[in-house]
């Protein structure tokens, strides 16, 4: 049992919680859940929970019925995120973190060039291992302390944190300060003395599952790990050891989805190992992903035939490249997004063009962390909207929340929020016309990055309600829009029209009818405790919504902005809006500029210009070439040729 510590206990109702409980017959211990103090409680004693709850300074208290207890989804509902290497990188979540570098640490340039590829590719950590549990004592044993200090080394030189094997309590002393992130290998999980000295560390760890051992046994190994004293815990399945011999193990798919639901902690997976064949690492890979990992660690190495250990199983770098872009491809479709470098920043000369900043002094600026700016969406906490956000800055980003989308860029404007997260365009009901038309009412508002999210949507009432109660349903037009078919199928429902899909669900929620019902996203059911009567209903699951993330234009650099992520990447996608003269070949003309510079137009789109009737504005979303020059020159060449030209933005665009 769990008692969860309000964040203002004093010493004083600690002391009379533990004596609660001894006098109950437990033995008590003090110990950390993620950012919240807790004392477990152990053995056979008899206690009141509803007593025990009403304490002073209790939270709330968290009995399991499981042998683990920090671990278990039921002492904590939501997912750890696990941040490494100073919060640089994390593990958890809505996102895909990968982790990649070679077996062993062969020699100083051999792990340098390997974090070189790995990082290009859009691995955010760098693997590897200094001490190697070897099979035979006659096999590569590693290069010991020397191994880790050339990895520290090229991870450094990379900007990646460093995750490396412990096979010892001594060596991990000795390894705390070198490394960003300890790996407890399959063969270890269950050396208790390891894990009591590396839980005491506190610094994060990868927990590999050993080749026999059950789920249970597993998480009983997190759990020493938890008990000791870090919060960090990331599972990692790597194959069990089963009668088939073709694979070097067999990968547990399964074991993703039954952890996920049983734990709290992140769990990726080792397809390496667990196939052992390189062939066979990228459909495992790509299988992992579809069951629900929140990443994976690869083995790569420049020479795989070279390799002094797991060569038969390491990645040729072009084959991690294929695979970290069929990841990102196949992210969304499970609600996620690939963690990634960001690819560096050449031929960024297109702000040179929108203002007098020389393109290098601009890239030399270190952004504001994304953590501490303020992001505004429309609609109630468990939007879409909200999600969006979530991917781009992250879980615990402030937020505020307005009524309209106009009210976005208004809070934008006035500096309430630093950015916000505005709706563009479904890929089921189309353009969202109304924000597009905002852009030109806010001349002083930018477009500073994109993100697409797949949209589910469920039908969502009360606790109490059911199919045949439903009489009403309410969603933000563009989910009714969305749900077409599913709504044609109950022609006797009021559709009523709401401001946001999640103020839908929690205007249910405050009036308790039974009889009305909401489409909006799961998310939103949680947030407002209602129940999910019917999920996927929208007409097509491939349903995405365009999201562009939205900034004040500052005053030196009059259009542009190349970064959303902590690190300014080269943007590779722009927004424009013109319109051009009443003549013949006039719209032609701007499309042979862009054509003539290898730019491709992804969206072209018409829009009434508002008090001239018959008159039009284009709307275009362009890829930005890799060729230097070639897109100024274009957007210099096609402001002679338009009437009006807007340039909405710069941004790295999303798949
Ligand atoms: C490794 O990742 O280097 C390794 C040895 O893996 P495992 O412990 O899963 O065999
Ligand atoms: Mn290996």
Known sequence: MIVVLSKNVTSHDKELIRIYLRDRGYTVRDQQLGDDEV????????????????????????????????????????????????????????????????????????????????RESGAVLLRGGAYKPRTSPYAFQGLGMKGLEYMKEAGEACGMPIVTEVVSPELAVDMKDLTDMFQIGARNMQNF?????????????LLKRGPSATIEEWLLSAEYLLAAGTKDVVLCERGIRTFETYTRNTLDISAIPVVKALSHLPVIVDPSHAVGIRAKVAPAALAAIAAGADGLTLEVHPRPDDALSDGPQSLYPEQFEKLMRDIEALAPVVGKELLRTPRPNSGGTISAVFSETPAREHRRKTPEPLQSQVVAYNGESGAFAEQALMRVFGEEAPRIQ??????????????????????????LAGSIHENYDLFLRYPDIAIAGEVKLRIVHCLIADQRADMDSIAIVRSHPQGF???????????????EACNDTAGAVASIAREGAVKVAAIAGAAAAEVHGLKVLKEGIETNPLNYTRFLVIRRRNAENTG?????????????KASLVFSVPDKPGSLFACLKIMADQGINLSKLESRPI????????????????????????AMEDLKGHTEDFHFLGAYRGSL
């Not at 003395?193 to 760890?205: I, Q, R, S, T």
């Not at 829009?481 to 559709?495: E, I």
């Not at 542009?560 to 590779?572: D, K, L, S």
Request: proline share 6%.
């Open 402 to 427: 307005v009524q309209s989308f106009r009210g976005i860029f208004d809070a934008v404007l006035e500096g309430s929020a630093a950015a916000g997260m505005v709706p563009v365009e479904n890929s």
């Open 193 to 205: 003395e390891l894990l009591k000295k590396v839980g005491a560390l506190g610094k994060p760890v």
């Open 610 to 633: 508002q008090g001239k009737p018959w008159e039009y504005q284009f709307y275009v979303d362009v890829t930005i070439p890799e060729k230097d020059g070639a897109f100024s020159r």
């Open 39 to 118: 004392i477990g409680a152990a053995g056979k004693g008899v206690v009141d929970l509803r007593e025990l709850g009403l304490l002073p300074g209790v939270e709330r208290v968290a009995a399991t019925s499981k042998p683990y207890e920090l671990v278990s989804r039921e002492t904590k509902t939501g997912d750890t995120i696990v941040s490494i290497g100073g919060g640089n990188v994390k593990i958890g979540g809505s996102r895909i973190t990968v982790i990649a570098g070679p077996c062993a640490v062969e020699s100083r340039e051999q792990i340098r060039e390997t974090a070189e590829t790995v």
């Open 560 to 572: 542009t902005f190349v970064c959303t992520g902590p690190v300014p990447e080269r943007p590779t």
């Open 481 to 495: 829009a969305q749900c077409r078919n599913f709504l044609d199928k109950h022609p006797s429902w009021v559709l």
